[in-house]
């Protein structure tokens, strides 16, 4: 992917290609601080409770995985351009949790790039997502798709 964010369109996301995006730091206080507020689970806001739990110590929310793996693609794989929207997301995997202190790096793969039969002006991107930690483990995978605008005809 030649251009950057701000001038790429459909025509911009060659099937096959990825990209690499990271690193992502991710510590306890994050963890706690995001499940107090959306996921208060045991294993997610109490480290000593956590430490004698299945996990055997603190572990982060799949949600909070999920939204540091989406703000690294929204500042740099989506356009800003050209994004419309997201009709969803298929096949969502947490593959191994993600602890204090993990470094996550993610891979964005262009499954598919289909132009829109019944608007012209815009395709779909599917995109496979992988986020893997410091040790390059899988802790979480999903097929997200994307409307994005093609690019517009020269004057």
Sequence with gaps: MQTTRNERYFEDYPVGESFTYGPIF?????IVRFAREFDPQVKHVDPERARSGYFGGLI???????????RVLVDHYFSAVADIASPGVDEL?????VRPGDV????????????SRSKPDRGIVTTLVKAFNQDNELVMSFKGMSLVLRRPAGP
């Design 26 to 30: 991710v510590s306890d206080e994050e």
């Design 60 to 70: 982060a929310s799949g949600w909070h995985t999920v939204c540091l793996v989406m």
């Design 104 to 115: 996550l790096h993610v891979r964005a793969t262009v499954l598919e790039a289909r132009p």
């Design 93 to 97: 995997r947490w593959s191994k949790p």
